[in-house]
């Protein structure tokens, strides 16, 4: 069977594919679904082959909120954030040289789901996380060494998730959860 080029563009991508993923995982985290029907909903769209197929297992969750977008870059030198700061609902981080420091430990979170986008190119990035937060890496591609992050053994209900993705070239990424 050949596909007709008009009907290629409602085939599912993986962007399409990871994005309904996401937004049912957060329906579920946010209790808008059971975990059942997060299972259901999640095989539906796994085994989906065009974009009509992810509309419906789509249908009935809450519209996505896509909160603000924020970027932080620099060519050389340090990116550094601590302190009490208002974290986006998307954080991009790019830095072609220099290291990244970013203490979320006394933050503002005003989503419970925050993506972290990384792009630096070389020197490595330190991310210091809430106790309660719980961190998703698997969107994260290193180029040279892996990531150091020891998950808590049983992290508290009600903190932030916070899932990093994008490009690290030379450099490690080192996590950790504040102590306090």
Known sequence: MSIRPEDRSSLVRDTDRDTAVR????AYTEGYISYEE???RLHQVLTATTRHEIASA???LPAEDPGTTSTISAAAGRIQRRGEWRVPRTLKVQSAFGRVQLDLSRAVFEHRVVDLELHLGT???KITVPRDAIVD???LRTGWKDSHYTP?????PGGPTIRISGIMGFGR???RHARR
């Open 173 to 175: 990424l080192r996590i």
């Open 23 to 26: 937004r049912v995982q957060e």
């Open 58 to 60: 789509l249908a009935s």
């Open 137 to 139: 890496l698997e969107g």
């Open 38 to 40: 997060m299972d259901r």
């Open 152 to 156: 808590r053994r049983q992290p508290r």
């Open 123 to 125: 020197g490595g990035a």
